[in-house]
């Protein structure tokens, strides 16, 4: 098995807006269409691909005439991935790291991820995922499902990593509270600031005021795992 290096920051970075442009570009002459700005998964990989490794990726994928589904592919040229675990690396998990609520950006809900002072290490794999004629993520490392919907547990021995200041900068606070009943009876519940601000159709002002209201405290997203499992 090849030695996989780690990295504290993408080797590929400086290439992300460049990777951008040749992605959008490859599906426009390609008639293929993206999620509107603001849900396209795939800016958020585009610092994982050398330039030669998504020209790799893109030539495999045009030859096999753009299709449906989920495409992975073994790439010429570098490539890095956040994703920890078997799929990676074989016998290593990360079942037992703690893990934190963040958001990832791109119109994804928060997802959870491990906490590492090197998050990138090295891989030979992309994917594409397209269905109904859109392009819904391109990404390297090998295929893994949606954290959503994982019915073989993947995500419980694999998990994507972040540096804990990048960790910092995305975490979504889970709250903890006291709401006293009619009756004075003391109730606790558990929410993220993501749900509340869904309910509150983006108002930060409002979810603050009722935070602020019903004496709220920040939890860790294991305390939050825990108390809502009780």
């Not at 109904?132 to 993947?154: A, C, F, R, Y």
């Amino acid at each position: 098995m090849a030695i996989l290096l780690s990295y504290k920051t993408s080797p590929f970075t400086q290439h992300a807006a460049r990777n951008e442009q040749t992605l959008i570009n490859f599906f426009e002459n390609n008639n293929v269409a993206m999620p509107p700005e603001g849900a396209r998964h795939f800016i958020t990989h585009c610092d994982e691909f050398s330039p030669e490794a998504l020209t790799s990726l893109l030539d495999q994928y045009q030859a096999d005439g753009c299709p449906e589904g989920v495409h992975e592919y073994n790439l010429s040229g570098k490539v890095v991935t956040r994703l920890h675990g078997p799929r990676v690396n074989d016998g290593l998990t990360t079942k037992y790291e703690e893990r934190y609520l963040i958001q990832r950006g791109q119109g994804r809900p928060p997802e959870t991820v491990i906490a590492y002072s090197k998050p990138f290490q090295t891989d030979t794999r992309g994917v594409v995922i397209q269905f109904g004629g859109i392009v819904w993520t391109v990404h390297s490392g090998p295929i893994m499902p949606k954290m959503q919907d994982d019915p073989e547990g993947l995500w419980l021995e694999n998990s994507l990593a972040f540096s804990s200041k990048e960790i910092e900068e995305k975490q979504v606070p889970c709250y903890k509270w006291v709401d006293m009943g009619e009756c004075g009876s003391e109730q606790i519940n558990i929410a993220t600031r993501y749900d509340m601000l869904r309910a509150a159709e983006g108002n930060e002002e409002e979810v603050d005021n009722l935070l602020a209201e019903t004496f709220a405290s920040i939890i860790s997203y294991k305390e939050y795992c825990r108390i809502k499992s009780l």
